[in-house]
């Protein structure tokens, strides 16, 4: 049984990488998030950091997230960043738009800092499965556009630009629902 989502404290959250494979070498270069209290978007409530991965970003990943291997040098890398990000997440529940793919990465370093944590994290792309089930699209993107929210270009692919868009389609496509949420996926190590 849920409490009253109203009263519910999330926190929406992206990650840029170098590629798509944790486990195949690809590390954070941003991380994002900003907090959610049942229907309020806290904007003021941010957790924002680039990340120096240690290693070249390649050139397909800056054609999609505009961040350079300049722009990362002088980051903090992510035995640095990856704590404060843990304690911004405190015990609230998460939300992310494709979800498995983030978690996949925050799961790959808490192991390798020997954290153990648990987390629970709503899908925006299994909310929107559910709330357009006639359609077959449900990235991002789309999804804001069904359901009217405007998308600046230069904010997309970048970590907070993509955490706001995901947390209005979260409110929005949660109170479409009502009662019909899909389970929270749970991550544990």
């Known amino acids: 049984m849920q409490l009253s989502l109203d009263l519910d404290e999330y926190v929406v959250f992206d990650l840029e990488t170098t590629g798509l494979s944790p486990w195949g070498g690809d590390e954070i270069i941003e991380?994002?998030?900003?907090?959610?209290?049942?229907?309020?978007?806290?904007?003021?409530?941010?957790?924002?950091?680039?990340?120096?991965?240690?290693?070249?970003?390649?050139?397909y990943a800056t054609k999609v997230n505009g961040i350079t291997n300049e722009m990362v040098t002088a980051a903090p890398t992510i035995d640095e960043v990856f704590p404060k990000f843990l304690d911004f997440l405190g015990s609230s529940w998460l939300v992310a738009q494709n979800a498995r793919f983030d978690m996949s990465f925050v799961m790959k370093y808490l192991m390798q800092f020997r954290i153990k944590r648990q987390f629970e994290v709503y899908d925006t792309m299994l909310f929107s499965r559910r709330a357009f089930p006639g359609e077959s699209k449900h990235n991002l993107d789309i999804i804001c556009s069904r359901l009217g929210l405007k998308v600046m270009a230069e904010e997309r692919h970048r970590s907070l630009g993509d955490v706001k868009l995901t947390a209005q389609a979260f409110v929005i496509l949660r109170d479409r629902l009502g009662g019909n949420l899909p389970n929270r996926e749970k991550y544990s190590v």
Do not use: D, Y
Request: glycine share 6%; aromatic share 6%.
């Open 31 to 59: 991380i994002g998030a900003m907090k959610v209290w049942g229907q309020k978007i806290e904007e003021s409530q941010i957790f924002h950091s680039l990340v120096n991965p240690k290693r070249l970003i390649p050139e």
